[in-house]
């Protein structure tokens, strides 16, 4: 009888892992963007457009893809890195930034911050973001999410042309009780 039991036990627990309610995925999205060098009477630099984060739609993302998720099966997406950066030229760092925020909106949604940074020290050509613990499934459930930037007061246009690599990992909790027919 007791071994029967622990059968039992195994099947309920195995059946639970089957078709338990989160499966996990980390998908990475990255953009760059060219922002021309300024060496007198320097204008501010507001933001950078990283064009790529305009129209995100996580369903269209091929990990997602592949899987058959659709936006109904997203449970929770969280950023867990953002981390900025240089790529040209050779040796430029991100002290023209000042501050930055990237921010998430989507429409009939109120535009949140999810990371931020800086000042950042002389000679760093890479950053990791301060990220917030902001969820993300209303926006990334929505029509699509953009992300934009704004930078803080002091910053400026760099003394060249620099190109900067924005790359974001996203951490998705999906519902996979339905793509494994668990409902």
Known sequence: MRRNTRKAGSLVLLAAL???????????ESSSTQIPGCTVACQVLSTLPFADFGAMDLTQNEELENQGVSKD??????????VLTVTDPPGQDLTFIETIEFRVSAAGLSEKVIAQGGPFPAGLTQVHLNVLDVELKPYASAESMTITTETGPGSEMPPQS????????LSVDVNVSGVLGCD
């Open 73 to 82: 099966q997203i449970d929770s997406v969280k950023v867990t890195d953002l």
């Open 162 to 169: 620099t190109t900067v690599e924005a790359t974001i990992t």
């Open 18 to 28: 089957s078709c338990g309610d989160v499966d996990n995925f980390d998908i990475v």
